[in-house]
């Protein structure tokens, strides 16, 4: 039976960029929509931008507790 596969930390490093820029992109997205008044789709874009912003938190403390 084998062990765990440790976690390659330049790939999580890689992620968490694009997820940073990903949500970036998101919130234009939804910045544009909010401007142009269209609230469904710029509601639906910042909940979108929440639950990018919440994963790349988790993704951040991930590659922090893999450096300890």
């Known amino acids: 039976m084998m062990g765990p596969v440790p976690v390659d930390n330049a ?3 890689s992620l968490s960029s694009l997820l940073a ?3 970036k992109r998101v919130t234009t ?3 544009r929509a909010a401007g142009e008044q269209d609230e469904d789709a ?3 874009l ?3 931008e929440r639950a990018l912003t919440g ?3 988790r ?3 991930l ?3 893999q450096q300890r």
């Open 11 to 13: 790939e999580l490093s």
């Open 21 to 23: 820029e990903l949500t």
């Open 29 to 31: 997205l939804a910045d």
């Open 42 to 44: 710029s509601v639906e």
């Open 46 to 48: 910042y909940g979108v």
């Open 55 to 57: 994963a790349s938190r």
């Open 59 to 61: 993704l951040d403390r």
């Open 63 to 65: 590659v922090r507790d």
